[in-house]
């Protein structure tokens, strides 16, 4: 077996542990009937081989080359499942045109940009099983009102359910990484559309945090709110206060008054 070798910008620690490999695969639990897996930047495979034995029909997509390689060579059953891709830019509607759940242990560094890919996705995708950075994963499952709780959080959990189920020490990894891990389960909830217009709603979910310690009359200025809605209570809360609904609630009050201008 030709060994690859773990290459830092493309965010590559390799898990060691097969118990762990083990557990994540097992994480699964074809919530939302779904017939296809879709494993993002399965390396070497350590998660791929748990993935085999299961009833669903796997795919692979990993940026590396080298991985890919080595890919094709230890898994020929999977050989035309195999896309050398980004996950960023591949269209996955297409590669899969079906429900599908996603699995792996996500390159840290785009960690974030996946989830947002996931929402953009989010008809077609049911299930999530995921490592992350521990830190990452402590943000998507915080409630309104902690610290943790950010933009992320509010726009997955409008339409996931987000259950945090291990922690993962640095020393599992080839190389460690810096900071701890923890393995996340997202199911896509009942919420066939938030009851808002989207495109606002992430908007103002954006602007809200980004400035999080000012009130949200403050905080969203840059979005040009309606005069009317400037002196809404709630405009006196600060961005990590409102729940999923009040910022749904929020979003349809500025574009009713947005209307109206
Ligand atoms: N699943 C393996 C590797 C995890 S490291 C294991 O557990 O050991 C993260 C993997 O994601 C690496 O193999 C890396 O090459 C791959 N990767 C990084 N960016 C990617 C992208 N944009 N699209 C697909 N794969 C990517």
Request: proline share 5%.
């Amino acid at each position: 077996m030709s060994i690859v070798r773990p290459k830092k910008h493309l965010g590559q620690h390799f898990l060691k542990d097969l118990n762990i490999a083990k557990n994540i695969a097992e994480a699964l639990t074809g919530h939302g009937d779904y017939q296809r897996v879709l494993e993002v930047g399965p390396g070497t495979g350590v998660l791929t081989q748990f993935l085999l034995s299961n009833d669903f029909e796997l795919h692979l997509i990993e940026i590396d080359r080298d991985s890919v390689g080595f890919l094709n060579k230890n898994f020929p059953e999977l050989t035309n499942r195999i896309v050398e891709g980004d996950f960023l830019k591949v269209n996955v509607a297409a590669l899969e045109a079906h429900k599908f759940a996603i699995i792996g242990n996500f390159p840290y560094n785009i960690s974030s940009q996946i989830f947002f890919k996931v929402l953009d996705q989010k008809q077609h995708i049911p299930e999530v099983v995921c490592m992350i950075q521990k830190e990452v994963a402590d943000r998507l499952v915080s409630p309104p009102g902690s610290k943790a709780y950010g933009i992320l959080s509010v726009l997955l959990q409008a339409y996931y359910d987000i259950e945090y189920l291990f922690t993962v020490e640095p020393g599992v990894f080839n190389p460690p990484p810096k900071v701890k891990s923890a393995v996340i389960r997202l199911k896509r909830n009942l919420t066939e559309s938030i009851d808002c217009d989207e495109r606002l709603f992430r908007r103002i979910v954006k602007q809200a945090f980004q400035m999080r310690r000012k009130t949200l009359r403050n905080a969203l200025k840059p979005i040009n709110l309606p005069e009317q809605t400037r002196t809404l209570p709630i405009m006196d809360s600060r961005a990590e206060q409102l729940s999923v609904n009040e910022f749904v609630n929020l979003t349809n009050e500025i574009s009713r008054w947005q209307k109206k201008e």
